[in-house]
């Protein structure tokens, strides 16, 4: 059982672009969780969703970050119009339905210069 | 307004001592938490849990104690070996299922 997948590992952006991330989760798992870790900092919690439903979103920033999970496919955290603050790891979990052990992937680095 | 604080950025432990890692929560509804290992450039890894009705669950070397009138918990590691060398995350819930709310990690480094 392959384990969450996320795609790419590392992504390279300059200020302005669209940066697009990818998260397969657990074979079986209808929930995924994304979370950001800046540099020399703790996870911090974005979104949750599940199947074609964004079920908290109370740690997405206001503006040009948004989250999807659709019915066939990878969930996708999409970040607008990039700037140097959003360089950080992002980090994709999933779960089981009503399973509290959230299995994480090896993240997305994402720099922007 | 940081909900779970480990306090001790790093810590440093022998081989075959005893590690211990401590995690403070000020949100009472908090009703699981959950322990994880990171090493640089993986995500997290879970590895122990413990549910606010217990104050105690053991896994191997591993064994998370849980305070709630303190609102404290702690995980230890007994025997402490070399590879347990890593980033511990302590991670809380009040609602199963939902969004983890992290410290901001302790590193552990285990000296031969």
């Known amino acids: 059982n392959a384990g969450v997948m996320q795609n790419p590992r590392h992504l390279v952006r300059r200020r302005g672009q669209e940066a697009r991330l990818r998260c397969s989760p657990m074979k079986g798992h209808s929930h995924v969780y994304w979370y950001r870790q800046l540099p020399e900092e703790g996870l911090k919690f974005m979104v949750y969703l599940q199947k074609e439903n964004i079920i908290d979103e109370s740690g997405m920033p206001k503006e040009r970050f948004s989250a999807e999970f659709p019915k066939e496919g990878p969930s996708i955290l999409r970040i607008q119009q990039v700037v140097r603050g959003d360089s950080a790891a992002y980090f994709c979990?999933?779960?089981?339905?009503?399973?509290?052990?959230?299995?994480f992937g090896q993240g997305t680095r994402l720099t922007v210069v | 307004d940081q909900q779970v604080k480990q306090n001790s950025p790093s810590l440093s432990v022998q081989e075959g001592r005893i590690s211990i890692l401590n995690c403070d929560y000020t949100?009472?509804?908090?009703?699981?938490f959950l322990w994880y290992k990171k090493y640089p450039a993986e995500g997290p890894t879970f590895l122990i849990s413990?549910?606010?009705?217990?104050d105690k669950n053991e896994d191997g070397r591993f064994t998370v104690f849980l305070n709630k009138s303190a609102k404290h918990l702690s995980l230890h590691i007994v025997p402490s070996q070399p590879g347990d060398s890593a980033v511990y995350f302590c991670?809380?819930?009040?609602?199963?299922?939902?969004?983890?709310?992290f410290g901001q990690g302790t590193e552990l480094s285990v000296k031969p």
């Open positions: 979990a999933s779960s089981p339905l009503g399973n509290t052990e959230a299995f």
């Open positions: 991670a809380a819930l009040y609602n199963q299922g939902g969004k983890l709310i």
């Open positions: 413990i549910s606010s009705i217990k």
């Open positions: 949100n009472s509804m908090f009703d699981y």
